[in-house]
């Protein structure tokens, strides 16, 4: 019984709306409602890696690439064609969809850490891109994002942000828990440990990735437009290297395949260095040695390793 | 026309030829063993007709179709499945879970209703479900169905498998080594399962070392030795021609052969 409830998508849900219900009332200034909006934004894109690299196996070292894609529709199609920024961030997603199915087909054929090197080639040249065709993308500067209305209602604060940035992680949860649940999600948890017996049993392996990799460049380029609307800013940056790790670090720190996983590692990714800013020179090295220690003692990821505790607990 | 017939199939791998022109064909509810000692090319001839590697030469028909080198989820489509000799279990999924992907082909919901959990990718699951579990008593292996596969006995495992390659509804089925590494009552438990897979129209292809249940259920049996066409025919037959006791059985194999038709 127990068991159950832990495992439903109904309490994953309730338990993640509790939480972005609650922060605001504990939260002492909008700066905490701030740094809470990113984890919001980060546990969506990583939510997109949970689909790709939790379910189905396959990693992506490039995935920031597509956080850079939504990113910059959202900050060019207004500047340069006057389009609405929500329509924008509809185009950047089917973009980044777009993208993520073109380069999937050849990509995804490779396994292993020939797949992690490829997708690793892929996000370079993304971030590439942004960074030199300054006349679209303002260059290694990057370019400002206007300022959002919806329904003559300018969208601005931390407090509104707050509040868009988690009914999207909602969503995202949402949607990402209906697959894990469903034929697609046990086609993808089926190819994760053996290839050749889920072809065998019908399933077209290499559409069943191609599918996974194209939700999970949504998802991404979903939570860049995100981003770069909430901060008024893209740089380049965004789509670089240290963020696709990031996010893959984010899931394999909260759990690999667990949705909830993906909300408390980018909570661990974003909250701890600003909230070991008062060590100075030393927070990068205690972030990395708190990295270690945590692969070290809860190897299957925070959110397994505790729910399995609890279980043994209540049984 | 055969259920499955296979002709002058061969590859050679770097220069070594694994099988050269191997043919047989089977029957709906007929039981079709390969034997041969180890290195003979029985595997590498499931491989080959199960499309996960493509043949150099030869043919695969199912039923007058020709599916030569036709990949392993589109001959599932038409109706193969197998089991593998190195287990392919899904480690990560319950027992329940590795025969629900079984039933993956029977499963009718898109990728959207999937994505919005609609009342019909539910359905769907709850129907898959329970087929699995009806599945996981044929097999007698319904009170593990909870279980995580990886905490799982070889023996169960390979048990299970069995089940999922059933959930596909297969029309031929091959079965690599069910038997091995199992007890008595285990490989008694496949025996009788593997009759009444038969029995219900069933083309089964059987590699098996254990000779008892080789002697005991094959229709037909086929000796390769060095990847080739060594003897066919009925079981006694197979067990009495020389050729074969000289290359595989030898003379234990024979007293094993004795004792199993009493």
């Known amino acids: 019984m127990a068991g159950k409830l ?16 609650v922060v605001p009332l504990l939260a002492p200034s909008a700066f905490y409602l701030r740094v809470a909006a990113v984890v919001w934004v980060f546990a969506l894109a990583a939510l997109g890696l949970t689909i790709l690299m939790g379910y189905a196996g396959q990693v992506s070292l490039g995935h920031a690439g597509f956080l850079g894609i939504g990113g910059y529709a959202v900050a060019i199609g207004p500047a ?61 500067d990057g370019m400002q994002v206007a300022r959002v209305t919806l329904f003559g209602w300018r969208l601005s604060g931390a407090v509104n942000w707050y509040w868009v940035t988690g009914g999207a992680l909602m969503i995202g949860a949402w949607i990402a828990l209906n697959i894990g649940a469903s034929p697609t999600g046990r086609a993808l948890k089926a190819l994760h440990d053996s290839e050749v017996a889920a072809a065998g049993s019908g399933i077209d392996v290499s559409a069943k990735k191609l599918a996974a990799f194209v939700i999970g460049a949504v998802y991404a380029a979903v939570a860049g437009g995100l981003l770069a609307a909430m901060n008024g800013l893209i740089t380049p940056d965004a789509a670089g290297f240290m963020h696709s790790i990031e996010l893959v670090a984010m899931v394999i720190i909260g759990g690999l395949g667990s949705v909830f996983g993906a909300v408390v590692g980018a909570a661990f990714l974003v909250v701890l260095p600003q909230a070991l800013t008062f060590m100075h020179d030393y927070e990068q090295a205690v972030l990395g040695f708190l990295i270690m220690a945590f692969m070290i003692f809860l190897p299957a990821g925070i959110v397994p390793t505790l729910r399995k505790w609890l279980l043994e607990r209540l049984s | 026309m055969s ?41 590498t001839l499931f491989n080959l007709v199960t499309g996960i590697y493509k043949p150099l030469r030869g043919r695969v028909t199912m039923g007058g179709d020709d599916v030569t080198g ?89 048990r299970l498998e069995i089940a999922r390659a059933l959930a596909a509804s297969p029309k031929v089925l091959l079965l690599d080594e069910p038997a091995a590494g199992c007890n008595a009552v285990e ?43 060594l003897a066919e025919g009925p079981p006694r037959e197979v067990r009495d021609n020389p050729a074969v006791i000289a290359a595989y059985l030898g003379d234990h194999g024979t007293r094993e052969a004795d004792r199993a038709h009493g």
């Open chain 1, 80 to 140: 340069q064609f006057g389009l609405h920024p929500a329509l924008c961030l509809v185009i950047g997603a089917a973009l980044a969809g777009l993208l993520a199915y073109l380069v999937g087909r050849p990509i995804l054929k490779l396994k292993g850490y020939y797949l992690a090197i490829a997708t690793l080639g892929f996000g370079v040249i993304l971030a590439l891109i942004f960074h030199s065709e300054s006349q679209w993308t303002g260059g290694p």
């Open chain 2, 3 to 43: 259920l499955l017939r296979v002709e002058g199939l061969g590859i050679s791998f770097g220069g070594l030829v694994a099988v050269d022109n191997v043919g047989f064909s089977v029957e709906a509810g007929q039981v079709f063993s390969i034997i041969g000692p180890n290195g003979a090319g029985k595997t």
């Open chain 2, 187 to 229: 490989t008694e438990a496949i025996d009788h399962l593997i009759g009444e897979i038969a029995k219900s129209g069933v083309a089964v292809v059987l590699i098996e070392h254990d000779m008892k249940l080789v002697m005991k259920i094959s229709d037909r049996v086929l000796v390769l030795a060095q990847g080739r066409h």
């Open chain 1, 6 to 21: 832990l495992s439903s998508r109904l309490a994953t849900l309730v338990l993640l709306a509790a939480i972005i219900a």
């Open chain 2, 70 to 158: 036709l990949a392993p989820h589109l001959l599932a489509k038409r109706g193969m499945s197998r089991t593998f000799q190195n287990l392919q279990i899904f480690f990560r999924m319950t027992a329940l879970e590795n025969v629900m992907v079984g039933r993956h082909m029977a499963e009718r919901s898109s990728l959207l209703s999937d994505l919005l959990g609609l009342p019909a990718a539910d359905r769907q699951t709850r129907a898959t479900r329970e087929a699995a579990m009806g599945l996981l008593e044929r097999v007698g292996l319904s009170d593990v169905a909870n279980a995580t596969a990886g905490a799982l006995s070889y023996g169960v495992l390979k």
